[in-house]
């Protein structure tokens, strides 16, 4: 690219030595309108448009984007010709410059443009790129810091949504300037009137850029979930919240220990369709076994089918439905200023404060507890939430690398892959088993993560397509892990939860499905002395996971609820059985003043209410 931007430099210099005046400034567009060009073009053609080599100069390896950069810059040299032609010819005659406040709004206006763009752009990458996307996983995101973000995604979001917008604030920018500061002329020299409008059509113009940006990113997002999370107010947690830092537990004289796995993008719908899935294969035979052979699975389906719970929103992306899992309360972002529940910051030192987890449950027992993963623990809160909710000792990517379990700069997928994540696991997992205290073992998986999963040459090619190979690679490796436990002295006290974070966000896997069919999240309980009075045919969330787990351990529950969620081993009905899945999951999507108030502990409101009483 360097190469040939000085060849065009030079080559429009000439072109323009004729007339000295804007040299420059003229040279500095031509330059930056081949290389916004190239970047177009390259991801047009699936080009990389990180590569620094090619960013810099373009050798053989790289013929590719070298054959392209030379066809932006044939392309800008035409137009520049052109403009040159009509020019001399008369066609077109230039006005001066604008005054200080003509260019003040002309920056605006670009400005403007490039925020609505980036609104709307980034809206429909969200959408259209993942599925199963809802507005409170963008805000909740959003909060977040980038310091542990996957690289990938912040290079994929500069490639599609970031240079989509600097392009059409780009375009909109050198029409206006143009059409402003040039006039159709059949003769040579003829002048052209001051314009006193144009800062006021500037402004008209950058909020028309800006408001219709924002009204097409709302559509895609989709109005009702904006107004919800915005607007309208649910009196669910007033009316049916539990405190479980109120209720009086009653553990078992022994102690189970817990196996806690969050199985990433995990659901029922892989399995084939005989079984109840929607695939013609079974992708996961050995987690249907599990589920329908060997352990209690609770199912939205009717017996002997595989189901699983409801996804609901805050409980819709891999952190927020670990915390709903293990808090009871979905999680989402207090609405206005996060001053006392600051999880947006870089170390977060209050993260969810009103909410009492099982950690903090199982901390309180006695339990050693370690959140075992092979990605960055602390993107999007996640180390923040279990270091402050029940003391868990966090081993993640960076801990594998300070073991010197992989190397300093080894970095693949989210972290490190699956298959290491399963073996450095069996020694953590059977150093908690040599203490003398019950321990609480919580893990997730990434192989299976949107977009495709990951591969490798190991991974056998049985069904054709990655994301396919993938989950049943994964459903070898975990039904391995179990078999191994199963030898293991700890495994008759211990207690194995298997459960799917969300469902799957790759949206072209389940893009040609029966749109009425309910796709749910693959749980299993294994090895636990409980019977489930009804497993069939329920309606349940991640909140009621929660008082489910401390069920499973043999521990005793007032009224079988705790947060949100009730106990799926009892008699009780969920809340969403109550209300039914579309109710409550609307409910869900509401902004609550009680959520804010006492389990955020924090918000606008308060805010401004503490400044207008000072």
């Known amino acids: 690219m360097l190469l040939i931007l000085i060849l065009f430099t030079l080559l429009s210099y000439i072109s323009l030595r004729k007339n000295q005046r804007k040299m420059i400034s003229r040279l500095l567009f031509l330059s930056a309108s081949y290389i916004l060009l190239s970047f177009f073009l390259w991801r047009s053609f699936d080009r990389a448009l990180l590569n620094i080599p090619a960013l810099i100069y373009s050798p053989i390896n790289n013929a590719q984007n070298m054959v392209l950069c030379a066809i932006a810059a044939a392309i800008i040299f ?207 035979p050995r987690l249907t076994d599990l589920a329908l052979e060997e352990g209690t699975q609770f199912s939205n389906a009717r017996k002997g089918k595989l189901g699983g719970m409801m996804q609901i929103p805050g409980a819709n992306q891999t952190a927020s439905s670990m915390v709903a899992q293990t808090s009871g309360a979905p999680l989402r972002a207090s609405s206005g200023v996060l001053d006392v529940n600051n999880y947006g910051m870089e170390e977060p030192s209050s993260f969810f404060p009103g909410v009492y987890s099982l950690g903090e449950i199982l901390e309180k027992e006695g339990y050693n507890q370690t959140l075992f993963l092979g990605s960055k623990a602390g993107f999007a809160g996640r180390k923040a939430y279990f270091e402050q909710h029940g003391n868990y000792d966090i081993r993640d990517y960076h801990w594998a690398r300070q073991e010197g379990l992989i190397p300093e700069d080894y970095y693949e997928w989210w972290g490190y892959e699956d298959d290491k994540l399963f073996d450095f696991a069996k020694d953590s997992l059977t150093e908690l088993a040599d203490q003398k205290e019950p321990f609480n073992f919580t893990m997730l998986t990434a192989d299976t993560h949107f977009e495709d999963g990951y591969a490798t040459d190991e991974t056998p090619d049985l069904f054709g397509d990655q994301y396919s190979n993938v989950i049943h690679d994964s459903d070898q490796k975990i039904s391995d892990f179990i078999q191994w436990m199963k030898e293991q002295p700890f495994y008759d006290n211990t207690t194995i939860v298997l459960v799917g974070d969300h469902l799957t966000m790759d949206k072209d896997f389940f893009e040609d499905i029966d749109a009425n069919y309910q796709r749910s999240v693959y749980n299993v309980f294994l090895n636990t002395e409980q019977t489930a009075s009804k497993t069939d045919k329920r309606l349940f969330s991640a909140v009621d996971m929660y008082p489910s787990t401390l069920a499973a351990l043999n521990v005793k529950i007032p009224n079988e609820k705790l947060g949100l969620g009730v106990n799926l081993f009892s008699d009780k009905k969920t809340l969403m059985e109550q209300m039914g899945y579309k109710k409550f999951e609307e409910e869900m999507t509401k902004r609550s003043d009680y959520y804010d108030k006492y389990l955020m502990q924090g918000s606008d409101q308060e805010v401004e209410q503490e400044n207008a009483d000072k």
């Open 78 to 284: 035409c137009l520049l010709q052109i403009y040159i032609f009509v020019s001399n010819k008369g066609f077109f005659v230039s006005s001066l410059s604008f005054n200080k406040r003509q260019w003040l709004t002309f920056v605006l206006l670009v400005l403007f443009a490039f925020v609505g763009g980036l609104i709307y752009t980034s809206s429909y990458w969200t959408m259209h790129d993942m599925g199963n996307v809802r507005f409170d996983q963008i805000i909740y995101i959003m909060s977040q810091s980038l310091r542990e973000t996957d690289p990938l995604k912040i290079r994929e979001f500069i490639v599609k949504p970031l240079l989509s917008a600097v392009g059409f604030a780009s375009v909109v920018g050198v029409f206006v300037y143009f059409f402003a500061t040039h006039q159709l002329s059949l003769r040579n020299n003829r002048p052209i009137k001051k314009r006193k409008v144009l800062s006021p059509i500037f402004l008209f113009l950058a909020v028309l850029l800006f408001s219709s940006g924002l009204t097409l990113g709302i559509r895609e997002v989709g109005y009702e979930d904006v107004k919800a999370y915005y607007f309208e107010d649910t009196e669910v947690y007033d009316d049916y919240y539990v405190d479980p830092s109120e209720q009086s537990l009653q553990f078992p004289q022994k102690k189970r220990n817990l196996v806690y796995i969050f199985l990433e993008s995990m659901e029922s719908s892989y399995a084939d369709k005989e079984i109840g899935g929607i695939e013609e294969k079974n992708l996961i």
